[in-house]
């Protein structure tokens, strides 16, 4: 990888890299979109990443299907797939690992503590592997998102990093590989969180200043829903992940929510603009 990705830096041509962890689906497939249209060579790689789960998660039962993603990535032409081993992302003795500090704490940091130093620690060897010139994450994990922007911020990372919108189901859930971990019944009750975001934007877009009415509305909605078990809904500044005070116009918010449906946890969120 490093001598392909040397080679096409020397010819001018500028690199965009999609990382995944693989079991594509639409979401994915939007950022490869992005990364043709600005790039001219497109790397995807698929690794699941064990160092990003606990040991309590789903690391083993972790949806993988390899076959049908290089179809995929065939199908969309996408110029190198880069499928890492275990043993060459953390070779035995490895030792070294990349924590962003204050924003890795909070909302997932809270639920998962060890998540991020997990993302942040793959996503740069993975820079260094392919050395893009940009890489293109979803705003599905908008705080994943937050945490590599700083992470390329503080350690002077020369690559420019891009969020692409949500892309969801036509009833509104948000696409995630983990999705087909839901019964038919646990969809439907999992389509209750795109509800409240929904509500949570419209009452913003009405003028709500106040963020904890706001969140209070939102966990009576979910609250409705007997059988999800919410561990957080928040609403932040866009930049740094702050916690809002208070909604200010002319700003940008993410309307963020988390919660277990049966044993899947799910994560959702809606950017709010106020002109
Ligand atoms: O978002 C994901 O799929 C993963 O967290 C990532 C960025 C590929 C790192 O393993």
């Known amino acids: 990888m490093h001598s392909v990705s040397r080679q096409i830096s020397c010819s001018g041509k500028k690199i965009g890299l999609v990382p995944t962890m693989g079991y594509l689906h639409e979401g994915h497939l939007s950022l490869i979109k992005k990364s043709k249209e600005l790039c001219d060579i497109t790397v995807v790689s698929i690794f699941v990443n064990p160092t990003q789960f606990a040991p309590t998660e789903d690391f083993e039962k972790y949806p993988r299907d390899i076959e049908h993603d ?10 190198y797939v880069f499928i890492p081993s275990l043993e060459e992302i953390y070779p035995s003795g490895y ?7 204050e924003i890795s704490k909070k909302f997932e940091g809270e639920f998962r503590p060890a998540h991020f130093k997990g993302v942040t620690t793959v996503v740069s060897i993975l820079f260094n592997c392919v050395n893009p010139d940009l890489a293109f994450f979803g705003q599905k994990d908008a705080q994943q998102a937050a945490v590599i922007k700083q992470m390329v911020s503080d350690l002077k990372y020369d690559i420019e990093i891009v969020v692409c919108p949500i892309v969801r189901e036509r009833d509104g859930l948000a696409m995630s590989s983990r ?23 419209k009452l913003i877009e009405g003028k709500e200043m106040d963020p904890q009415k706001v969140i209070g509305n939102m966990k009576v909605i979910i609250g409705e829903e007997k059988s999800i078990k919410l561990d957080y809904v928040g609403i932040v500044n866009t930049y740094g992940f702050r916690e809002a005070d208070l909604i200010e116009e002319g700003n940008e918010y993410y309307i963020l929510v988390a919660a277990r449906v049966g044993n899947t946890r799910l994560i959702d969120n809606e950017l709010v603009r106020l002109q």
């Open 95 to 101: 030792q070294s690992y990349v924590y962003v500090n």
């Open 179 to 201: 999705n087909v971990y839901l019964s038919p019944e646990e969809r439907t009750k999992a389509l209750t969180l795109h509800k409240a975001i929904l509500y949570a934007r």
């Open 70 to 79: 290089n179809k995929l990535l065939k199908e969309y032409n996408v110029d």
